[in-house]
């Protein structure tokens, strides 16, 4: 009933000529994906990535962006910026902007809100750290983060958004939750969406991340609650990860 969606996170790797190089590699390994393929590159790889994929299934995401249409934010980027740059998704909170950035649930709502205003998929980024899960907090955290990012949105668009259920724990560090575990906390994210905009939560997607690789897409992908993955590392390597987007090969 959903398709499937996997996204890379290329994180701070790769210049422009070796960005050109990895998605021409990447073009002919997932032309016959099955789900939504998506690579979520540097800003400063927009030009090159969108004019290699062009005609392509692969699809282009930035991996943050401001909430204001324009003014004195050195250094950032508006969501019009990225449209006219070819851009489709945009991954917002992740943890590695929550830890170094600064980032909190509230400007993640303010991005949240602005990306889908300006026709922008955004990839929301929801997870508990190790202490978190240890503590038994993960199922209320979860849910608060996603409520909190969601707030504002209407049902309608609620349906189009995408959801990454990252563990901190298990971001880059070769530790992957279970797929049980897995499919549970997403499951959990899912039942806090339907509490507030009911059968809207059947269509949202949502994805796994965390050390994600061809070895356990497999069995994640078997889960039913898992929509997709937000993959990092294993997206660097263009076999790796077209093994990953061709899970279902
Ligand atoms: P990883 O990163 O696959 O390298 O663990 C995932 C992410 O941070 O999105």
């Known amino acids: 009933m959903r398709k499937p969606i996997i996204a890379g996170n290329w994180?701070?790797?790769?210049?422009?000529?070796?960005?050109?190089?990895?998605?021409?590699?990447?073009?002919?390994?997932?032309?016959?994906?099955?789900?939504?393929?998506?690579?979520?590159?540097?800003?400063?790889?927009?030009?090159?990535?969108?004019?290699?994929?062009?005609?392509?299934?692969?699809?282009?995401?930035?991996?943050?962006?401001?909430?204001?249409?324009?003014?004195?934010?050195?250094?950032?980027?508006?969501?019009?910026?990225?449209?006219?740059?070819?851009?489709?998704?945009?991954?917002?909170?992740?943890?590695?902007?929550?830890?170094?950035?600064?980032?909190?649930?509230?400007?993640?709502?303010?991005?949240?809100?602005?990306?889908?205003?300006?026709?922008?998929?955004?990839?929301?980024?929801?997870?508990?750290?190790?202490?978190?899960?240890?503590?038994?907090?993960?199922?209320?955290?979860?849910?608060?983060?996603?409520?909190i990012a969601l707030t504002g949105l209407t049902a309608e668009q609620v349906k189009n958004v995408v959801i990454a259920y990252e563990p901190v724990w298990a971001i880059g560090t070769g530790l992957t939750a279970t797929d049980e575990q897995a499919n549970e906390t997403i499951g959990v994210i899912r039942a806090a969406i339907r509490g507030v905009y009911g059968d809207a939560a059947d269509e949202v997607r949502i994805q796994y991340g965390g050390s994600m690789n061809p070895k356990n897409c497999k069995g994640l992908m078997a889960q039913p609650e898992i929509d997709g993955g937000l993959i990092g590392g294993a997206s660097l390597k263009a076999p790796d990860f077209a093994q990953v987007v061709n899970f279902d090969k």
């Open 11 to 147: 994180k701070m790797n790769k210049t422009p000529s070796e960005a050109k190089a990895l998605v021409t590699e990447l073009i002919p390994l997932v032309k016959d994906a099955n789900c939504d393929v998506v690579v979520g590159v540097p800003a400063v790889n927009f030009a090159a990535v969108a004019e290699v994929i062009k005609g392509t299934n692969i699809k282009l995401g930035a991996q943050n962006m401001h909430w204001k249409e324009s003014g004195a934010y050195t250094g950032e980027l508006s969501a019009a910026m990225l449209k006219e740059c070819g851009v489709e998704y945009v991954i917002l909170g992740h943890s590695e902007r929550r830890q170094y950035f600064g980032e909190t649930d509230a400007t993640v709502n303010l991005r949240t809100l602005a990306a889908v205003k300006a026709g922008l998929t955004p990839i929301i980024c929801v997870g508990e750290k190790k202490e978190e899960r240890e503590a038994g907090y993960t199922n209320a955290l979860v849910a608060y983060q996603t409520l």
